[in-house]
């Protein structure tokens, strides 16, 4: 902690100065990063504007103790959080739908509104199903933000957002089996990047990212936050929320109450491409995951029949 606050300065400390606390005092640990680097982490405060905050503290680990993740996983690693930074300073403010206010953020620091606090402490639990109205939440949260930045440029963010962008995932493109998904690989991803329609992506828009409440939802999670097009965390929230079988019955109205709410939200001009990108989006998360962990639940019959009208479009064929 030194290293960043100051020689002695500790987090209760540096949560004062940002806070104008008397005290702060450490609640509890919320979970720990992905791959241990570093935690999320809960704070009281004595005497500040709000009673609490949450501090996500990033602690990059020298090297993974299994020797796992090549350079290419830390240097994704590292830009996600200098990216969620980005975010958090010059896009927040700007956003049209509800996240977290950031009280300070720096060097890996980032001192957040307790949602929790603020009328959001819900989360979805795994094992069940979504009920509809936080489903359409969720939708709806989506289609207002892809709306409110579209033809923005991802200044600061990703070019391109999503956690499995091919560009940031050679090692899982370079794990698939040979085959059709793999040869059209670059020529998915290139539709993707090449739609008229561009706008932000919150790239890891899962159900598990969003905080509900009686006020609604809002969500958290900004590392792969950039340029995209909004199916693609439709696709990706959609193979969240439901399993395969379920995905047959309901993807098609989910997908439908997305649209109504782009359009009601003003980014009616998407509607037609991003209709006809979205076998292109569930096809490049399969690129991925078939690379990743090829036996993955999210890996039904639902999203190989999306790919393959993907490749179809594509001209792909074979094996
Ligand atoms: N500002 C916040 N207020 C309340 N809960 C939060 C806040 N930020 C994160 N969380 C909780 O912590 C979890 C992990 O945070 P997240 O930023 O998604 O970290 P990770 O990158 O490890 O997934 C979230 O899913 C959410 O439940
Ligand atoms: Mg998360």
């Known amino acids: 902690m030194e290293r960043r606050y100051g020689a002695g300065v500790q987090i209760e400390d540096h949560l004062r100065r940002v806070t ?3 005290a702060a005092h450490r609640v509890a640990r919320i979970q720990s990063l992905w791959s241990g680097w570093g935690e999320i982490v809960r704070f009281a405060l004595d005497g500040a504007a709000v009673p609490s ?9 020298a090297s993974h103790p299994l020797g796992w993740g090549s350079g290419v996983a830390e240097a994704r690693k590292h830009r996600s959080y200098a990216v969620e930074e980005a975010w958090y300073r010059e896009w927040g403010s700007r956003c049209p739908v509800r996240i977290p206010t950031a009280l300070d953020v720096a060097q890996g620091v980032f ?10 402490p819900e989360r979805a639990r795994g094992g069940g199903r979504l009920p509809d109205a936080r489903v359409a939440a969720c939708i709806t949260w989506l289609a207002r933000f892809h709306a ?41 991803d290139a539709r993707l990047r090449g739609a008229t329609h561009r706008t932000v992506v919150h790239g890891d828009a899962k159900v598990a990212n969003f905080c509900f409440g009686p006020s609604g939802v809002a969500a958290v999670d900004f590392q792969y936050v950039g340029g995209g097009v909004g199916v693609q965390d439709l696709a990706y929230f959609l193979g969240s929320a439901f399993d395969d079988a379920q995905l047959e019955h309901v993807a098609e109205r989910w997908v439908d109450a997305y649209f109504d709410a782009l359009r009601g939200a003003g980014g009616g001009a998407a509607e037609a491409e991003w209709r006809a990108l979205l076998p292109f989006a569930w096809a490049d998360f399969e690129r991925f995951l078939a690379g990743w962990a090829p036996e993955h639940w999210k ?3 639902y999203a190989d029949a999306r790919t393959q009208e993907a490749l179809d479009a594509l001209g792909v064929t074979g094996s």
Do not use: N
Request: charged content about 25%; aromatic content about 8%; proline content about 9%.
């Open 111 to 120: 001192v957040l509104e307790d949602l929790d606090a603020a009328g959001f």
């Open 53 to 61: 905050v949450v501090v996500k503290i990033v602690e990059p680990a």
């Open 20 to 22: 104008g606390a008397r």
């Open 299 to 301: 890996r039904g019959g």
């Open 148 to 188: 409110g930045f579209l033809g923005a440029s991802p200044d600061g963010l990703w070019p391109d957002g999503t956690y499995w962008h091919l560009e940031t995932r050679p090692d899982e493109l370079a794990a698939m089996p040979e085959g059709a998904l793999k040869r059209a690989a670059g020529p998915i």
